[in-house]
């Protein structure tokens, strides 16, 4: 019998927007303080685009760092996923954007659209390609750059937000303690005006009243959101521990969306995981969408927090609504 084959993360590249916008510059332009952001959401400040940079300039310098790390050329590239909700261009597909501009000829591109889960939803995808034994080579995208749909006159939304890229490489392993060992995803489609952008797609398309209206930018049920985000990042906790048969014990790191540090620690304290188990970096990235597990994945990473060996447990919720999460075995 075949030997059964598991997609492993063989390197993972990162990438974030050129500006810094902090607290103070928020204060200056809203009614709003330094104080109020750091309670409620433990941001700081937040990296966003200059206006030269995209989603797919950063996915590209995020994925080309992954691949060189993992000792490829961008021509061995079999398959590239983009998980985004700000897409370069409403057709074709960003993933298609980032292949030219890595030079990647030879790979089937495309991309998917979970929000804020968009990450582990396209790495499901992604293992399953490599799983199949077809593909090879798969660079998984979550890359977003919310800045450029963000409403920079309602303050209960546009602080909360940054850009970013995070890339991995996937590739085959028939190493047993090595690899993707569960992934779960869910969505719930009448919680759909949760988080939205109302206008600019076949509903509504883009008119001068939508646009006078302000309805090409990104609309929250903050509360709500806050909520559900809780709850799904409990359940998600609960789902991936069991379904491997592990305990807090056998998890070294936790990398959630980096959404809101109340939420994340209220998910993480329901199981009592320590602080140095919970990775958090949205004091100086900020949420950065589809971004947010991989560039956390890839700063621990830097940091020596997480690497070969280690098993970590991503876990992200977003606008649809869906949520995800995934165990993997670097
Ligand atoms: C957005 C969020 C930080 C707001 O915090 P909150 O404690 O729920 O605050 P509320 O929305 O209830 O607003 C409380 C007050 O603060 C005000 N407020 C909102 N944003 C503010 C800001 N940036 N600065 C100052 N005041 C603000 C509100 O207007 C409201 O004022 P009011 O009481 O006079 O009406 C919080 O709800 C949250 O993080 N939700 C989840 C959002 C999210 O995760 N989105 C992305 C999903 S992927």
Redesign the pocket.
């Known amino acids: 019998m075949a030997e059964s084959l598991r997609a492993a993360i063989a390197a993972v590249g990162i990438a974030v927007g050129d500006k810094i916008m902090t607290n103070a510059d928020?204060e200056a332009i809203?009614?709003?303080?330094d104080e109020?952001?750091t309670k409620?959401?433990g941001i700081k400040e937040r990296h966003i685009c200059t206006e030269e940079q995209s989603t797919a300039t950063l996915a590209a310098d995020a994925a080309r760092k992954a691949i060189a790390d993992a000792g490829l050329t961008p021509g061995e590239v079999d398959m590239i996923i983009c998980a985004t909700v700000t897409p370069e261009m409403p057709l074709p597909a960003t993933a298609c954007f980032i292949q030219e501009l890595l030079g990647a000829d030879s790979a089937a591109c495309f991309d998917v659209g979970a929000?804020?889960s968009g990450f582990i939803y396209a790495l499901t995808v992604g293992a399953t390609f490599v799983e199949s034994g077809k593909y090879k080579n798969v660079v998984v995208i979550g890359a977003d750059t919310l800045s450029k749909i963000a409403d920079y006159e309602d303050?209960?939304?546009?602080?909360?937000?940054g850009d970013g890229a995070g890339a991995v490489v996937l590739q085959p392993t028939t190493d047993p303690g090595k690899g993707i060992l569960h992934t779960v995803l869910h969505s719930k489609g009448d919680g759909w005006d949760?988080?939205h952008v109302p206008a600019g797609g076949s509903r509504t398309p883009t008119s001068e009243e939508t646009i006078a209206q302000r309805q090409h930018y990104i609309k929250?049920r903050?509360?709500?959101?806050?909520k559900f985000?809780v709850e799904k990042m409990q359940w998600l906790l609960g789902n991936c521990m069991e379904s491997c048969n592990m305990t807090v014990d056998d998890i070294d790191m936790v990398i959630p969306?980096q959404?809101?540090n109340?939420?994340i620690q209220s998910a993480t304290d329901k199981f009592d995981f320590p602080i140095e188990k919970v990775y958090v970096n949205i004091d100086h990235r900020g949420?950065t969408?589809a971004a947010?597990v991989p560039l956390a994945l890839g700063e621990a990473w830097q940091e020596g927090k997480v690497g070969p060996g280690s098993t970590v447990m991503l876990i992200?919720?977003?606008?649809g609504l869906t949520w995800a999460g995934a165990v993997v075995k670097l």
Request: net charge positive; charged share 15%; proline share 0%.
């Open positions: 928020f809203l009614d709003t303080s109020w952001i409620r959401t929000a804020c303050r209960g939304t546009c602080v909360l937000f949760f988080i929250m903050g509360r709500d959101v806050y985000a969306h959404v809101n109340r939420i949420n969408s947010s992200a919720f977003g606008a």
